[in-house]
C-alpha cells in the first residue's frame, strides 16, 4: 500500500497569504495524484488532478506541482473561503490511498 | 449536470450487514466510462477507499480494497440508475461517513470529480 504523508498537519494563515501544502508518496507515482478541499459537512472536491491539471471550475491562484514522491498543493493568495482541510490521493495503485489531510486556519 | 445521492439506515448493529444505495441523476451510471465508487471518512479523520465498479465493458467487475475485501460487495444496477455497497460483520470502527463518489479513469486507476453529500452510519447496539 502506498502510504501519503501530508505536512504540516495544520497551518495557521492570514488572508491573503500565500500557502504552500505537501504530500509525500511511499513510492513513486509518475503524475498520478490528486488534491481536495473539503469543508465542514461537506464533501470533498477535486481540486487537482494529474499533479497539475485545475479541476473543472477551480480558480488559478490554486495550483499543483511535483512528480514520483514529492507534491505540493500552492494557494497564491488565501480568501477566506479557502479555510479548509486538504487531501492528497494517489492513483498510481491499488488500492487507493488518501493522505492524513492538512487543516487550513485562520491565523 | 450529474448529481450523487446515498441513502440508507443510519444506524446499524454490531455483527450484522450495512446496506447503501447511491442514486445517479443527470446522466446514466451505464454511460460513459466511469468508476463508481464508495469512500469512507470516520469522524475527525482522514479519507479510506472502499470500492469501486467499472461503468463500461461487459465485466463490471468491482475493485475493493485489500483491508475489506473480505467484507465488502458492490453491485451497479443499470435499471435503476443506482449502484450499491453491502458491509458484513459490522463493528463500532466501521462508524463512519459514507461517500459515493464517480471515479475519472486516469493510467488504469482513478481520482473522484463527483461526491455525494455523504451519509452517517453509526455502528451500535
Known amino acids: 500500500e502506498v502510504v501519503m504523508t501530508q505536512s504540516p498537519a495544520t497551518l495557521s494563515v492570514s488572508p491573503g497569504e500565500r500557502v504552500t501544502l505537501s504530500c509525500r508518496a511511499s513510492?513513486?507515482?509518475?503524475?498520478?495524484f490528486a488534491w481536495y478541499q473539503q469543508k465542514p459537512g461537506q464533501a470533498p472536491r477535486l481540486l487537482i488532478y494529474g499533479a497539475s491539471t485545475r479541476a473543472t471550475g477551480i480558480p488559478d491562484r490554486f495550483s499543483g506541482s511535483g512528480s514520483g514522491t514529492e507534491f505540493t498543493l500552492t494557494i497564491s493568495s488565501l480568501q477566506s473561503e479557502d479555510f479548509a482541510v486538504y487531501y492528497c490521493?494517489?492513483?498510481?495503485?491499488?488500492?487507493?490511498?488518501f493522505g492524513g489531510g492538512t487543516k487550513v486556519e485562520i491565523k | 449536470q450529474v448529481h450523487l445521492q446515498e441513502s440508507g439506515p443510519g444506524l446499524v448493529k454490531p455483527s450484522q450487514t450495512l446496506s447503501l444505495t447511491c442514486t445517479v441523476s443527470?446522466?446514466?451510471?451505464?454511460?460513459?466510462?466511469?468508476?463508481w465508487s464508495w469512500i469512507r471518512q470516520p469522524a475527525g479523520k482522514g479519507l479510506e477507499w472502499i470500492a469501486s465498479v467499472y461503468s463500461a465493458g461487459s465485466s463490471g467487475s468491482a475493485k475493493y480494497s485489500p483491508s475489506l475485501e473480505s467484507r465488502v460487495s458492490m453491485s451497479l444496477d443499470t435499471s435503476t440508475n443506482q449502484f450499491s455497497l453491502k458491509l458484513n460483520s459490522v463493528t463500532a470502527a466501521d462508524t463512519a461517513v459514507f461517500y459515493c463518489?464517480?471515479?475519472?479513469?486516469?493510467?488504469?486507476?482513478?481520482?473522484?470529480?463527483?461526491w455525494g453529500r455523504g451519509t452517517l452510519v453509526t455502528v451500535s447496539s
Open positions: 463518489a464517480r471515479g475519472i479513469p486516469a493510467g488504469g486507476y482513478w481520482f473522484f470529480d463527483l
Open positions: 490521493q494517489q492513483y498510481n495503485n491499488r488500492p487507493l490511498t
Open positions: 443527470g446522466a446514466s451510471i451505464s454511460s460513459g466510462a466511469y468508476y
Open positions: 513510492q513513486s507515482l509518475g503524475g498520478s
